[in-house]
């Protein structure tokens, strides 16, 4: 048998580590951005629920769409009555704080995820690392209602029991009885009293029937044709004396306005008059700058006798 030289063994080495370091290095391209991938984790507490059926690595979704898995589920060792569950979701997933978590079955196989339901635009983010309050499902909803259903119709058929029992039968016969007893009463009554009461009753027609004549007869319609000529004249009343105390609020307004008429105008004429006595001291000024322009040295001097001002 021909030996395997030192030289193949070492070739043989190289391929083995080169493959292997190949191999390697396909799976933590194929593998390893999952694992180095970035996920938000919440929690989820439910109380007094089966979560039967749902396992680690469950789906959880929001409105339908895979989002996330579960990645742990323990009983709260404080609360024995609670299951925890921890998920982890896609980083940036958008969870508001009014999201709830619902377990919901995902097929036939009793198979459960987890749903993630609400959630509103206007509503605050809620951080990961928070707890994510538990929902009920539609299953549930429907549990408790059948359960409050079954437990009032128990309680009609056990009331229904008793009634029907046979301590209770007797006292049902005999207030039937005494039922048929008064209406058997009450139609001798009727048939003795037959005439008083067709009487009565052409009574009652005969004072409707005048109530009726009372509400068209012509006396009834002066009197409320002469309240309305009452109401009107005093409404006329009213009306006039409010258009008198209007013209004298106008014709005092009418004076007040002259007199602030008057004193617009006398303040105008003292004003023009002002205005008059300031423009001429203005040219008296403007004259008196002109000839200082002119000769400095009038301000030592003064202005010399027959000097002409127009210099």
Same mark, same amino acid.
């Given at each position: ?80 009555? &609670?299951?925890? %569950? ?5 980083? #940036?997933?958008? /969870?508001?704080?009014?999201?709830? =978590?619902?377990?919901? *079955? ?123 000529? &009452?109401?009107? %004249? ?5 009306? #006039?004396?409010? /258009?008198?105390?209007?013209?004298? =609020?106008?014709?005092? *307004? ?58």
């Amino acid at each position: 048998m021909r030996e395997v030289s030192r030289a193949q063994r070492a070739r043989l080495g190289i391929f083995l580590i080169v493959s292997g370091g190949v191999l390697v290095l396909l799976l933590v391209l194929m593998t390893g951005t999952k694992f180095l991938e970035k996920r938000d984790k919440y929690s989820i507490r439910y109380r007094d629920v089966s979560v039967s059926g749902l396992e680690v690595g469950a789906q959880v979704k929001y409105h339908g769409v895979r989002v996330g898995r579960v990645d742990e589920i323990q009983i709260d060792p404080k609360q024995i009555e &609670t299951v925890v %569950a921890t998920i982890s979701l896609e980083h #940036g997933t958008p /969870i508001k704080n009014d999201v709830q =978590a619902v377990v919901s *079955a995902f097929s036939l196989t009793g198979i459960k995820i987890i749903e993630l339901t609400g959630g509103s635009t206007e509503a605050a983010l809620l951080k990961p690392g928070s707890e994510i309050p538990a929902g009920q499902s539609s299953l549930d909803l429907i549990t408790g209602k059948a359960e409050a259903v079954s437990e009032k119709l128990e309680l009609v058929l056990n009331n229904l029991a008793r009634l029907t029992a046979s301590e209770n039968q007797e006292r049902v016969l005999k207030a039937v009885d005494n039922a048929a007893l008064v209406l058997e009463d009450l139609h001798y009554t009727v048939a003795d009293n037959r005439d008083k009461i067709d009487r009565t009753f052409a009574n009652f027609e005969q004072a409707s029937q005048g109530l009726v004549e009372l509400a068209q007869s012509q006396a009834l319609r002066r009197a409320f044709a002469n309240l309305d000529t &009452t109401t009107a %004249a005093l409404q006329a009343a009213q009306i #006039g004396k409010a /258009i008198t105390d209007l013209q004298v =609020a106008l014709q005092q *307004a009418r004076t007040t306005f002259t007199h602030i008429d008057l004193t617009l105008l006398k303040g105008r004429h003292d004003i023009l008059t002002s205005l008059e006595v300031m423009r001429e001291s203005l040219d008296s000024f403007n004259e008196f700058t002109r000839l200082i322009a002119e000769d400095p040295s009038l301000l030592l001097r003064g202005k010399r006798v027959g000097e002409s001002t127009g210099r």
